[in-house]
């Protein structure tokens, strides 16, 4: 599996050490996580590894052992069943000082696994907790038996989505939706990954390869998209330039600074930008 995600075309690698590792292989997976990631060739821009919860032994582990090993080629680690700013505390201090002692010269970043009720709860605290933070994830698995509703995507979802989104741009970090638990259901996985675009979140786990795909499709914006908001940048840059106003109108459409940004997400989010 490691070997065969080096050349997936995907946005971002996350190597688990937590659930789909038993007890007993702990420490082997972890020797192999390390090992693959300080060797070439991954394809993707970013590689994380999620480590197991702050409330397991294996945990400070992984942080240390992982980042050793993996050089700069670790991105991320991503933290999951948080549920206080002090788990992400605890990891950031313990990164601190393995950077500090491998005289690692950019910073591991963070990323938090909405996957409790305490921890949706406690959401835009977390969000706020470390400067490391890059992104907040929605774990539907585990959250789903923490609230004891369905996994399965659905309307049911939507305040959490909500209130995930929210924490996230509130402290300047991605919301990431997480993965479509039926891996053969393409269509729903699909129809889910368009909900989660159109609520605002920037992308959504994949749990399979087959699934890569139409997640890069769904997530990257269309020609028109991309068209219509280089227009807008140009309506407003000549609106400011002649008749020096902050607006415009563009196809009948009054466009303004709301607009401006919201052309520059949908560019950031294009091919030009290095999306995959």
């Known amino acids: 599996m490691l070997d065969k995600a080096r050349s997936l075309p995907a946005d971002e690698i996350v190597i688990d050490l937590e659930d789909s590792v038993a007890v007993a ?16 060739g991954w394809s993707a821009s970013s590689l994380a590894v999620r480590i197991n919860e702050t409330a397991s032994h294996f945990c400070y582990r992984d942080v240390i052992e992982v980042v050793e090993r993996a050089g700069g080629a670790l991105s991320c680690l991503v933290v999951p069943k948080v549920e206080a700013p002090e788990d992400l505390g605890f990891v950031d201090r313990l990164l601190g000082m393995v950077e500090q002692e491998t005289e690692r010269e950019r910073p591991v970043g963070l990323e938090a696994l909405i996957e409790t009720a305490t921890g949706l709860a406690r959401v835009h605290e977390i969000a706020h907790a470390s400067d490391r933070l890059e992104a907040l994830i929605v774990g539907y698995a585990d959250l789903g038996a923490s609230l004891g509703r369905s996994s399965a995507a659905g309307e049911h979802w939507s305040p959490v989505l909500d209130a995930v989104l929210v924490a996230a741009r509130a402290a300047g970090l991605q ?102």
């Open 25 to 40: 292989h702990k420490d082997g997976a972890r020797d192999a996580v390390g090992a693959a990631l300080a060797e070439q």
């Open 175 to 276: 919301a990431i939706d997480g993965p479509h638990l039926d891996v053969g259901d393409l269509d729903g996985m699909r129809s889910a990954a368009a909900s989660a675009r159109a609520l605002g979140y920037d992308g959504k786990w994949a749990l399979h390869p087959t699934q890569i795909e139409p997640l890069n499709e769904v997530f990257t914006p269309t020609e028109e998209e991309l068209e219509r908001a280089s227009a807008v940048l140009e309506a407003l840059e000549r609106s400011e330039s002649g008749a020096g106003r902050g607006a415009a109108m563009l196809d009948g459409e009054m466009i303004d600074e709301a607009s401006r940004k919201r052309a520059l997400q949908v560019l950031a989010r294009g091919p030009a930008a290095g999306r995959s």
